[in-house]
């Protein structure tokens, strides 16, 4: 059985620092794309950075966070970061973790709240 874990959220100040982690359990953790996506309340979920795995994915980082997140993986651990600086109020949102590699191998987290607020 596969299990996404996310851990890392919090309450942070606008210019300030997180580092979201996801364990994941239960699969070829390296063979997966891992990507982190964020929902804002009434809002549709949005990819915000994806780490290709080893068939052949590529890294994307959405628009409103480069230079500012940086996404990485270590296949050792099967783990994946997202470090996410300089946050601002409209980065708050529930985070998650996905892995895909395929239409039916695509698992999620339950995701991590991130607050950016003075």
């Known amino acids: 059985q596969v299990h996404l874990v996310e851990s890392g959220g919090g309450l942070v100040r606008p210019g300030g620092s997180l580092r979201l982690s996801c364990a994941a359990s239960?699969?070829?953790?390296?063979?997966?794309?891992m990507s982190w996506y964020r929902q804002a309340p009434g809002k549709e979920r949005e990819l915000v950075a994806r780490?290709?795995?080893?068939?052949?994915?590529?890294?994307i980082l959405a628009d409103s966070v480069k230079g500012r997140f940086t996404i990485s993986r270590d296949n050792t651990k099967n783990t994946v970061y997202l470090q996410m600086n300089s946050l601002e109020p409209e980065d708050t949102a529930v985070y998650y973790c996905?892995?895909?590699?395929?239409?039916?191998?695509?698992?999620w987290g339950q995701g991590t709240q991130v607050t950016v607020s003075s």
């Open positions: 239960g699969l070829t953790f390296s063979r997966y794309d």
């Open positions: 780490s290709g795995g080893s068939i052949g994915g590529s890294t």
């Open positions: 996905n892995a895909w590699q395929s239409v039916v191998l695509n698992y």
